[in-house]
């Protein structure tokens, strides 16, 4: 018997070529966040964090490099949390797949310590954002609060139409607009897959958002 090698059609492998790297942006929208080795955080020990303040970070990791080629010169950041008041303490809430507290966790808004946030199993740098708005600030952090409250669940659907569920931008944005300053220029990028067609706010529309000033980069 003889079996006859399948050759590929050019047309072919150019489409799978574009899905493959098509797949791999889904992906690094669904994690959002990267693992890389080593212990303790990236957060400077003289960091003064404030409520309603917008953090960014970034690891080392394929899928961060993943994000930043996807978004080219303007790919700098990952993932992106708010800094919040929870009974005095000051913690980041942030939206993120794939980080259960224990075991049978479900992917969700999540609150942490900031050094949590910005541990070096998680986070390479990082940046922290201020808004020009103090009132405007703490009012976010409190929608934000209360997302987390609610238990939202992560939004594997990026639907931004659906606030019963968000992913790490949409909350942030989600947070400010409830507090009565939706920000200004953060626009929807498309990135088109096979068979769907998702407009997302990506990290570096939060990070280059006129609204914000910035604090600290590290």
């Known amino acids: 018997m003889t079996i006859r090698a ?3 059609s050019r047309p072919y492998c150019i489409y799978m070529n574009r899905y493959r790297l098509s797949l791999m942006l889904l992906i690094l929208l669904s994690a959002c966040t990267d693992r890389q080795a080593g212990d303790g955080s990236v957060l400077p020990q003289d ?5 309603g303040d917008v953090v960014l970070r970034c690891g080392s990791g ?3 490099h993943a994000v930043l080629m996807a978004e080219g010169s303007r790919g700098v950041y990952s993932h992106v949390g708010i ?5 005095g303490v000051q913690m ?6 794939d980080e259960p507290d224990f075991e049978g966790d479900i992917d969700r ?7 949590a946030f910005f ?3 998680k986070a390479q740098r990082g940046a922290v954002l201020r808004h020009r708005d103090s009132l405007v600030a703490q009012r976010a952090a409190i929608q934000a609060l209360k997302a987390y ?3 939202v669940l992560f939004d594997h659907e990026y639907n931004d139409a659906d606030t019963t569920r968000m992913y790490c931008t949409e909350l942030i944005v989600y947070a400010f607009d409830r507090a009565g300053a939706a920000l200004q220029g953060v626009e929807h990028q498309r990135l088109p897959l096979p068979g769907l067609d998702y407009e997302c706010v990506m990290p570096s529309d939060i990070f280059e958002c006129r609204d914000f000033y910035l604090i600290n980069r590290f």
Not at 47 to 51: D, E, F, I, S, T
Not at 83 to 87: L, P, R, T
Not at 109 to 115: D, H, Q, S
Request: some cysteine; aromatic content about 0%; overall charge positive.
């Open 6 to 8: 399948r050759t590929l």
């Open 47 to 51: 960091c003064r964090l404030r409520v």
């Open 62 to 64: 394929l899928l961060s």
């Open 83 to 87: 800094v919040v008041d929870s009974a």
């Open 92 to 97: 980041i809430v942030h939206a993120v797949p």
């Open 109 to 115: 808004v999540k609150m942490e310590a900031p050094e």
């Open 119 to 121: 541990r070096r199993t």
């Open 149 to 151: 409250q609610r238990r």
